[in-house]
């Protein structure tokens, strides 16, 4: 890509870099050569989406990866990092976007965890219960340091994690994703936070999907895509439009709606569905939410994180409790059944994380495969294995799965193609209606395209597909209609013919947050 | 195996002598036990001498079997000993004769009935342990460790502490033939041997033929997955206890049958026993790894080590030293095993492996 800017930097202002560096997790490559600089008393925001590789390019400037090729340079000298701890010994510190804090522990000990104040009689308690106090009075919150992490409301939690890595005087901070559970006030005082670092000559990488929030509070932006650096800029010199131009990038071919022929009648019928996690309290995270999907038609489901996708699919599946509502199939009540029936009758949920909830790592390709629908071969007592090798091999020409066979083991396999087996192992099932969460995560753009082209022919055949994405190229790809969730309710419908400003726009991803203005 | 397959792609140059002894480890060490101790005892390898000890394996593998089901499972069962004891304890206190005092009458209960009453217990005991564990969510190591307690309780209060010494029954009374478990012989073979390679080969093919035994293996190796796949996951949790709580049974009624009696503190320490073998055997506690046929070696590694150790008169102070590190050498080759099995790119696509969250964090000493 030529699009990367001249920036008139000079050359002593950089404090750290990475140069030429490229990361690759087995057969996929997820850093693509990237130059990187990030700049004393300034922010630098990295900008892209789910799966570019921002993740990946600071857990490599931090010391938690470390790079396949390519190296890091700090103050202009080449350095290597043996781990998070010789990076933070560097004075670079990361707030990671899932939180690293022991919810057992006290907030004082969560802050210290691993470099407690030394006194004459073992830890220094009263000295850190000060400092802790202190910080957490610095960011605008004034908790008890004794108080456990557990007690804290999420947004706390990430204040304290934030408190931790100031703890360190640190020289460098990268921040992914702080905000993501913060209220606006909170915000506020992160932002001020970060201004007052800046002017003492604190680096700051910052990460976010607000793209607004981020751009008003950055200095440099820098855009990644697929790996690979697309953009650079003066923040003074960029607006949104151009960020998000240089993030999504011109459309990999991810295929179009299947076309051609009627819809059927709704398949999966979504009825004021409630559901309430509780973990969050009371809140609904899907509120009274209703959607009809028909035979042969693909809905895509887009949403920033926390807007209610996942929780919205589990609960079709029957993972969840329904607090309120109905989920019908093929106008048959599904209250009360539990997943294997709802398998049984059609309905069958591709999950997120295909790792945790997906496979069973302990078995081969072909018993993943054949896993859900064990009941169509057994004869009498036993399986018949003649009909479970050939819906093995049926369901590995299927969808495409690149292994040595079935007796493979799952772990062998690529992503892209662990997600295909996943997948696979569902429509085996030969469902009326398929959900699927995030089905692209995490695979590369060869892979994404060909899981697209199976959900696409099998609705043609009349299955009803209701995938979900935080990506908004995928959207625009084979859905018939797309469907934007926030905050657990639908607040906006487009046909195929949408564009990206719109969707994001909607999602409140290119909103500006009413209080970032500080 | 399909295993062979995933581990030919493993890097390294260990594929040979190295691997296959690693792969088949339990089946060299018992190789390794019966040849070295035939060199130190005559008797060792004679076919009585081995019917024997073999008998005595019976027992504690019927238990290891069981256990084997529950270990697939990612769970543990602490309470098979006891009930064991129990096991036999009430056989005993049926073939005694139960007097109903409303009556007046004395209950003599033939054998076969008495053999399915114990069952029916062992397979109560571990219905209990299974509803513990799956419907309320009691961690299986607590849910057993106190059903233990209470079974041996149980065993205790219905003998008073005593043991039911005559179960040879009356002829005239047609309960005899409660010995025929443990001392009768089909051809050279003691019954108990043969009741445990039946319920050897019923398990090995539930195990790799039936949609149960597949079911089983899937919620070991990831519960979330198998659950969303259909798999009643709950459903095989229970049955796994059950099936554990009805070895115990037979090995406690087996047990009573070679001793002619039943005492309450029967079968002490048999669970550990049990779990022993399961692990010698090459399963993993985690779950979701193991077979029969690994099992059964490692019940006879451990019954005939022991055994022969007795033979050629060493302490049973050393016995016990020898057991344990046998164990934590069995241990330590499983980490070895799963080990470089999980070297392999498992993990690989656009999103890294999520970050141990205490990752960055590790205490270190400060410069």
Redesign the interface.
């Known amino acids: 890509m030529s699009a990367a800017l001249k920036m008139d930097v000079s050359a002593n202002d950089t404090i750290l870099s990475a140069r030429d560096v490229t990361k690759t997790y087995g057969n996929t490559r997820a850093l693509k050569g990237v130059d990187f600089e990030i700049r004393r008393g300034s922010v630098t925001t990295l900008f892209g989406e789910n799966g570019a590789g921002k993740s990946t390019l600071m857990k490599i400037l931090s010391g938690v990866e470390t790079p396949t090729s390519g190296h890091i340079e700090l103050d202009g000298q080449p350095v290597v990092f043996a781990s998070s701890n010789d990076a933070r010994d560097h004075g670079i510190s990361i707030i990671h976007q899932e939180l690293s804090l022991a919810p057992n522990l006290s907030v004082r000990d969560n802050i210290f965890m691993g470099r407690e104040i030394r006194g004459p009689r073992g830890v220094d308690f009263a000295e850190e219960a000060r400092q802790a106090r202190q910080l957490m009075k610095d960011l605008g919150q004034d908790v008890d340091p004794s108080t456990k992490v557990d007690d804290l409301r999420l947004g706390q939690q990430q204040i304290v994690e934030i408190a931790r890595a100031l703890s360190v005087d640190s020289r460098i901070l990268i921040m992914d994703e702080p905000t993501s559970a913060l209220s606006a006030t909170e915000v506020d005082v992160l932002f001020g936070v970060i201004h007052d670092l800046t002017s003492r000559g604190v680096a700051i990488v910052y990460i976010s999907h607000h793209l607004e929030e981020a751009l008003h509070i950055t200095d440099y932006a820098v855009v990644l895509r697929d790996g690979a650096i697309t953009a650079k800029a003066d923040a003074k010199d960029i607006d949104l439009e151009w960020i998000v131009r240089h993030m999504v990038g011109e459309n990999f071919d991810l295929g179009t709606p299947p076309d051609g022929y009627e819809f059927g009648a709704p398949v999966l019928s979504i009825e004021d569905l409630t559901v309430i996690d509780p973990a969050r309290g009371t809140m609904p995270v899907v509120d009274r939410l209703s959607l009809d999907v028909r035979a042969g038609e693909i809905v895509c489901l887009y949403g920033l994180m926390g807007a209610g996708r996942t929780e919205m699919l589990e609960c079709v599946a029957g993972r969840v409790p329904v607090a309120g509502g109905v989920v019908r199939l093929d106008g048959r009540d599904m209250s009360g059944l539990s997943i294997g029936q709802r398998i049984a009758a059609g309905l069958a949920l591709v999950p997120e994380d295909r790792q945790r909830d997906g496979l069973v790592q302990t078995m081969t390709v072909g018993r993943n495969l054949s896993l859900a629908s064990i009941r169509q071969f057994v004869e009498r007592l036993f399986l018949s294995s003649p009909r479970e090798k050939t819906l093995i091999d049926d369901s590995i020409r299927d969808v495409f799965i690149k292994t040595a066979g079935g007796e493979a083991m799952i772990g062998a396999l690529s992503g892209g193609n662990q997600q295909k087996v996943v997948i696979g192992k569902m429509l085996a099932t030969n469902p009326r209606a398929i959900v699927l969460d995030e089905p692209s995560r995490g695979i590369d753009i060869g892979a994404k395209a060909e899981v697209f082209r199976i959900l696409a022919e099998r609705a043609r055949q009349g299955l009803a597909v209701l995938y979900s994405t935080s990506e908004v190229s995928e959207c625009l790809s084979i859905a018939h209609r797309i469907i934007v969730l926030r905050r657990g309710r639908i607040v906006a419908q487009f046909g195929p013919d949408a564009t990206k400003d719109a969707i994001m726009e909607a999602s409140g991803e290119a909103v500006l947050t009413e209080n970032a203005a500080a | 195996m399909?295993?062979n397959?995933?581990q030919g792609?493993a890097p390294g140059a260990s594929f040979s002598i190295g691997r296959i002894l690693l792969q088949g480890r339990a089946f060299f060490a018992l190789i390794a036990i019966i040849a070295i101790f035939s060199l130190l005892s005559p008797y060792y390898l004679t076919t009585n001498n081995l019917m024997t000890m073999s008998s005595h394996v019976a027992i504690f593998g019927l238990l290891a079997l069981g256990m084997l089901l529950v270990v697939l499972d990612g769970g543990i069962d602490l309470s098979v000993g006891s009930t064991l004891g129990l096991s036999g304890v009430v056989a005993g206190f049926l073939m005694q004769g139960v007097t109903l005092p409303a009556f007046g009458i004395v209950l003599y209960p033939p054998v076969w009935v008495v053999v399915v009453l114990c069952v029916a217990l062992g397979a109560a005991v571990g219905l209990v342990n299974g509803v513990l564990i799956a419907r309320f969510k009691v961690p299986a190591f607590v849910a057993t460790l106190g059903v233990m307690y209470m079974v041996r309780g149980f065993a205790l209060l219905m003998t008073n502490g005593l043991t039911y010494n005559d179960l040879g029954g009356k002829t005239e009374l047609g309960n005899t033939g409660f010995d025929w478990l443990g001392f009768n012989r089909l051809g050279s073979v003691p019954v108990g041997v043969v009741v445990f390679a039946l319920a050897a080969l019923v398990m090995s093919?539930f195990l790799n033929?039936?949609?149960f035994g597949?079911?089983l293996?899937?919620a070991?190796?990831?519960e979330?997955?198998?659950?969303?796949?259909?798999?009643?996951v709950k459903r095989v949790q229970i049955t796994v206890y059950v099936f554990s709580g009805i070895c115990a049974a037979l090995g406690g009624l087996i047990l009573s049958s070679q001793l002619t009696s039943a005492g309450p503190t029967a079968g002490t320490t048999y669970e550990l026993t049990a779990i022993a073998a399961v692990v010698v055997g090459g399963a993993a506690l985690t779950?979701?790894?193991g077979n029969v046929r690994g099992t059964l070696l490692g019940a006879f590694v451990i019954g005939f080590l022991s055994d022969g150790l007795v033979i050629i008169g060493v302490s049973s102070y050393w016995q016990t030293v020898f057991t344990g590190a046998v164990i934590v050498l069995a241990v330590l080759l499983n980490a070895v095993q799963y080990r470089r099995?999980?070297k392999?790119?498992?993990?690989?696509?656009?999103?890294?492996?999520?970050?141990n969250?205490?990752?960055?964090?590790?205490?270190?000493t400060?410069?």
């Open positions: 399909a295993t397959l995933a792609a093919l033929r039936s949609a597949r079911w293996y899937a070991g190796g990831n979330r997955a198998a659950e969303l796949s259909g798999v009643p779950g979701g790894r099995r999980a392999k790119p498992a993990i690989s696509g656009g999103q890294p492996a999520p970050l969250p205490t990752g960055t964090h590790l205490p270190t400060p410069a």
